[in-house]
């Protein structure tokens, strides 16, 4: 006979409930993809991640959250746009990429809780331009891109400073999309990774290491998702 220890059992059906899964999204831009990594225990908001145009969801920072994020009641979805679930190389018009996330958010939204827009670098501005709209409950702007690298005469404050709900910047200290110094004063938070540059990355030589920097991020998100109740 074989006897199973109920304490294994329990923790086998916690596992099997905060796994991640997957489901497509048709969108008027195409099929797009959510991972769900859910919380653990009943969901007080949903985190939903966009990626950027150089990259996807595999990114440091969403794959940090989405891993740290969920032990503190926050479900975390990952959203992959349809250009590169078809497997494209370049990313669309900003437009277009508008039209895919507005195309997921009823499947955020059905979850049950709140939604927090968010994303990184290009997909931060998706989740600014589009949260008044969608009705998000407020914004994660992970390497919000303030300006094309030397170009600071081209800012893009204007979408950053018009999301309509509480946001966060955390941007990284060396970014040249627009190092934390430069952006202006608003109506937002802003943490700074020090060192960091667009993707977070930090210099060997920086007197922070690689896990201190990620670990600044996700720190920083924790408290201030705390803070929205």
């Not at 099929?31 to 653990?40: F, M, N, V």
């Not at 150089?54 to 032990?71: F, K, M, Q």
């Not at 300006?147 to 955390?170: F, I, K, M, N, Q």
Request: with cysteine.
């Amino acid at each position: 006979m074989t006897h199973t220890d109920p304490a294994e059992n329990a923790a086998t059906a916690e596992n099997a409930a905060t796994a991640a899964r997957t489901e497509t999204v048709e969108t008027d831009a195409g099929t797009a993809r959510i991972t769900w990594h859910p919380a653990h225990g009943a969901p007080r908001l949903v985190l939903a991640l966009g990626h950027g145009a150089g990259g996807g969801v595999e990114a440091r920072d969403l794959r940090a959250l989405a891993a740290a994020l969920p032990a503190h009641g926050v479900s975390v979805a990952l959203v992959e746009q349809p250009w590169r679930v078809a497997g494209k190389r370049v990313a669309p018009a900003p437009g277009t990429l508008d039209t895919g996330w507005r195309g997921v958010w009823p499947a955020l939204a059905a979850a049950g809780p709140p939604v927090v827009a968010g994303g990184r670098s290009a997909g931060a501005r998706v989740a600014c331009r589009t949260a008044r709209e969608l009705g998000a409950r407020a914004v994660l702007a992970l390497s919000f891109p303030l300006h094309p690298p030397g170009r600071p005469e081209r800012s893009r404050a204007a979408e950053l400073l018009g999301t309509g709900a509480p946001t966060l910047v955390v941007q990284g200290g060396n970014d040249p999309f627009g190092r934390p110094e430069e952006f202006p004063q608003g109506p937002y938070e802003l943490a700074a990774v020090a060192y960091g540059d667009h993707g977070f990355a930090v210099p060997k030589r920086a007197d922070v290491t690689q896990d201190e920097a990620v670990t600044m991020i996700t720190d920083a998100v924790v408290k201030w998702l705390a803070a929205l109740g």
